[in-house]
């Protein structure tokens, strides 16, 4: 597993068990690099301009799957909002492995209801790390 992100996170994804290195120009290469035998599947959660770049290293658009980048039919890569079929065979798993402590939610910051505006304001900086949780009394 390799996942990308800034500096500042990579020791977290580390921490999570992956490899990590920089999203950005040059990413064929630092992924090939951590990766000699080549990537079987890519998941692209953030950001547009990746596409290319994870197509060249899985070999072929149908081994990716982006939720943020909305060019994706453009490179015939599956745009996906999860709508398509909601596996909810896997919430059981889920709460097992959260009751298990092996699957953990990180919450960055709850604000109350009437901060709302601030909680958009964070999550527009696109460099939140976890969950913002707002909370209604
Ligand atoms: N398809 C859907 O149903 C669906 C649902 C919800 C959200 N989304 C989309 O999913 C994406 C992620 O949403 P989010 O709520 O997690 O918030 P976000 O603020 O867009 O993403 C935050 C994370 O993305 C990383 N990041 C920023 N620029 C990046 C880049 N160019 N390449 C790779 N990673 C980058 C940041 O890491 P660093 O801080 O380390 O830079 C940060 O950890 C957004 O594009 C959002 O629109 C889609």
């Known amino acids: 597993m390799i996942g990308t992100a800034s500096r500042?996170?990579?020791?977290?994804?580390?921490?999570?068990?992956?490899?990590?290195?920089?999203?950005?120009?040059?990413?064929?290469?630092r992924v090939r690099a951590l990766a000699?035998?080549?990537?079987d599947a890519a998941l692209a959660v953030s950001g547009e301009g990746a596409l290319a770049d994870l197509i060249t290293l899985t070999g072929s658009p149908d081994?990716?799957?982006s939720i943020g980048d909305v060019t994706a039919a453009d490179h015939g890569?599956?745009?996906?909002?999860?709508?398509?079929?909601?596996?909810?065979?896997?919430?059981?798993?889920?709460?097992?492995?959260?009751?298990a402590g092996r699957l953990?939610?990180?919450?960055?910051r709850a604000l109350p209801?009437?901060?709302?505006?601030?909680a958009h304001r964070i999550s527009e900086t696109g460099h939140v790390r976890g969950k913002l949780v707002v909370v209604v009394d």
């Open 36 to 39: 000699p035998d080549g990537v």
């Open 63 to 65: 081994r990716v799957v």
């Open 104 to 108: 953990t939610m990180p919450v960055t």
């Open 77 to 99: 890569v599956v745009f996906t909002t999860g709508a398509e079929g909601r596996a909810f065979y896997s919430l059981r798993e889920a709460v097992t492995l959260a009751a």
């Open 8 to 29: 500042d996170n990579q020791e977290y994804l580390r921490s999570l068990g992956a490899a990590a290195t920089d999203y950005g120009p040059g990413l064929v290469e």
């Open 113 to 118: 209801l009437a901060e709302l505006g601030e």
